[in-house]
């Protein structure tokens, strides 16, 4: 089996499309959301969707499948909220790591099932790739207007929660740790740190992804970092990839990318929204526009791996990969260590 080193020179690597898009699709009501096991759960679940990986796995196998065959060769596992912190508000923080493994094992069940689908001999390898998300409490902003100092949370609670949380997933069979759609560095240090600290412990290392989001025209994160400050804040994790993700749409993003290909010593990453949304909150940017941006940011040069994030589907994730295939990969620059 080929690293994943030996395939990002080779080729552009695709990633998967948006989750919650795909799950939006099934129009589950709350006993779907419980299943069996959680028939009496003394608070609603419905819209917890990392819980599905265990009351309702083959939806999410079956989505994961989809983007396989639309041509991803990365799909994330559907753990974007599965810590103790994020499952705090459906009262399921025990779950935590049972979420990761489940998903986890969701995602490699799929893989499996797209390898016995191939008729051909030839095929690109696939990988999964366990997905962090950002928590839904920061270590940099306080949630009081009152009171600047004040913080929901500390930064050994943070690596706690990210430490099961990727524990779950390594063991659960993951290739990639992703931690992506960071808003607030500190919050993606603490997982780096929780990272490295369950590679030490358990004497088993994988390749770090990470992507930020850039939440405004400014070109900067919430917590306040340009984009150059955030790759410089995240290098020492010496990551497989450093790229951007949510927020924006392809067209927004493109400047941003353009930089950061320019500064990353790392593979560079891109998966952005279908466009920016509607007064609906829905996405209307169709699969060929979508890939017709990142189709552009390949030939440029700005990119090793390209997918979709909100309002994405499998449909966006086939035109993306149609698009890139013949494309060079991004050349690693090399970049000067010294001021």
Known sequence: MASIQQELEKRILVIDGAM???????????????????????????????LLCITQPEIIIGIHLQYLEAGADIIETNTFSSTTIAMADYEMQEFAYELNVAAAQCA??????YYSNQKSEIRNQKFVAGSIGPLNKTLSLSPDVNNPGYRALTFDEAATAYYEQIKGLVEGGVDLILIETIFDTLNAKAAIFAAKKFFRESGKELPIMISGTITDASGRTLSGQTLEAFYISVAHANPLSVGLNCALGAQEMRSHIEELSQIASCYTSAYPNAGLPNAMGEYDEQPHQTAHFIEDWAKEGFVNIVGGCC?????????IAEQVKNVQPRKLPVVEETL
Do not use: C, S
């Open 20 to 50: 919650g898009t795909m799950i939006q699709r099934h129009k589950l009501q709350e006993a779907d959301y419980r299943g069996e096991r959680f028939k009496n759960w003394h608070v609603d679940v419905k819209g917890n969707n990392d």
């Open 108 to 113: 490699r069940e799929a893989v499996k099932r």
């Open 311 to 319: 309002g994405t589907t499998p449909d966006h994730i086939k035109h």
